[in-house]
């Protein structure tokens, strides 16, 4: 009976290998073992390619058969699966088979790494019930602050608490509110005074001006009249030596 992939084009062959390879890459750190499955039907796919139709490009089919077997011999090594021995430097390469034990025993590996799993996953179990258990140990002795009702009564404190420092805040913004009025009016009555008593300034000066020019006109006035008084006082000393004189003279 004839294989799918024994009748399938060249063309549909190297897409499928080059599907595979990418994901090889694309699990090649996360998932190495998926990686090298890919990586080792890639390989085999390619060997048989060139088996079937040696002329379809060449190649790009060596270069990825190159490209293969210097990415699957490390991680054979490093997955711990036997491989096939790498030639010397210089000496031909015969064409290597995959072994059909290798994959055999890449299974065996997985399987390994699954029981592996299971026991860390029946450790970490374990070990999360002994916490478990210590944990409840530790709560038995646990200090009175820390019982269920006295962090329900400190839970109340701090609720009432957090409201105070609420309604305070509150306060004390309304009271800056109106502190920065009270400091506006203060401003505006600052200004206010300043205007006025440069107003009283102005008028002051206006009055005093007016003032001094009353006394220098009363002044004057005065003075017109203390010489008229004066005139008025040596014309009655002349009547009166006049009259002395007619006196002494009289028989």
Same mark, same amino acid.
């Given at each position: 009976?004839?294989?799918?992939h024994?009748?399938?084009?060249? $063309?549909?062959?190297?897409?499928?290998?080059? +599907?595979?390879?990418?994901?090889?890459?694309?699990? $090649?750190?996360s998932?190495?073992i998926e990686a090298?499955?890919?990586y080792?039907?890639?390989?085999?796919?390619l060997?048989? *390619?060139r088996? +079937?139709?040696?002329?379809? +490009? &060449?190649?790009?089919? /060596? %270069?990825?058969?190159?490209?293969?077997?210097?990415?699957?011999?490390?991680?054979?090594?490093?997955? %711990?699966?036997?491989?096939?021995?790498?030639t010397?430097? %210089?000496?031909?390469? &015969?064409v290597?088979?995959?072994?059909?034990? %290798?994959?055999?025993?890449l !299974?065996?590996?997985?399987?390994?790494?699954?029981?592996?799993?299971?026991?860390?996953?029946?450790?970490?179990?374990?070990?999360?019930?002994?916490?478990?258990?210590? *944990?409840?140990?530790a709560?038995k002795v646990?200090?009175?602050?820390?019982?269920p009702?006295e962090?329900?009564k400190?839970?109340?404190?701090?609720?009432?608490?957090?409201?105070?420092?609420?309604?305070?805040?509150?306060h $004390?913004q309304?009271? /800056?509110?109106e502190?920065?009025?009270?400091?506006?009016?203060?401003?505006r009555?600052?200004?206010?005074? &300043?205007?006025?008593?440069?107003?009283n !300034?102005?008028?002051?000066?206006?009055? /005093?001006g007016?003032? *001094?020019?009353?006394?220098?006109?009363?002044n &004057?006035? *005065?003075?017109?009249?203390?010489a008229q008084? /004066?005139?008025l006082?040596?014309?009655?000393?002349?009547q009166?030596q006049?009259?002395?004189?007619l006196?002494? !003279?009289a028989?």
């Amino acid at each position: 009976m004839v294989s799918a992939h024994a009748v399938e084009e060249p $063309y549909e062959a190297y897409l499928r290998v080059a +599907n595979q390879v990418a994901e090889g890459d694309r699990l $090649y750190f996360s998932k190495p073992i998926e990686a090298l499955q890919q990586y080792l039907r890639a390989q085999q796919t390619l060997r048989t *390619l060139r088996a +079937n139709h040696p002329t379809w +490009n &060449a190649k790009v089919v /060596d %270069g990825k058969l190159k490209y293969l077997s210097e990415r699957v011999p490390p991680m054979m090594q490093q997955l %711990g699966i036997p491989g096939t021995a790498v030639t010397p430097q %210089g000496a031909p390469a &015969a064409v290597p088979t995959v072994p059909t034990v %290798g994959v055999a025993q890449l !299974n065996r590996r997985i399987e390994a790494l699954r029981n592996e799993k299971l026991e860390l996953q029946h450790e970490l179990a374990k070990i999360e019930t002994e916490y478990t258990e210590k *944990l409840r140990e530790a709560l038995k002795v646990r200090p009175r602050e820390l019982e269920p009702g006295e962090l329900a009564k400190a839970e109340t404190a701090n609720s009432k608490l957090r409201e105070q420092m609420v309604y305070l805040e509150s306060h $004390y913004q309304k009271l /800056d509110s109106e502190y920065k009025k009270v400091q506006a009016e203060m401003t505006r009555l600052e200004k206010d005074l &300043a205007t006025t008593k440069k107003e009283n !300034n102005e008028l002051r000066a206006q009055v /005093d001006g007016k003032k *001094l020019k009353e006394l220098a006109e009363e002044n &004057a006035r *005065l003075r017109r009249q203390a010489a008229q008084r /004066d005139d008025l006082v040596k014309s009655l000393q002349e009547q009166i030596q006049k009259l002395e004189r007619l006196l002494l !003279n009289a028989p």
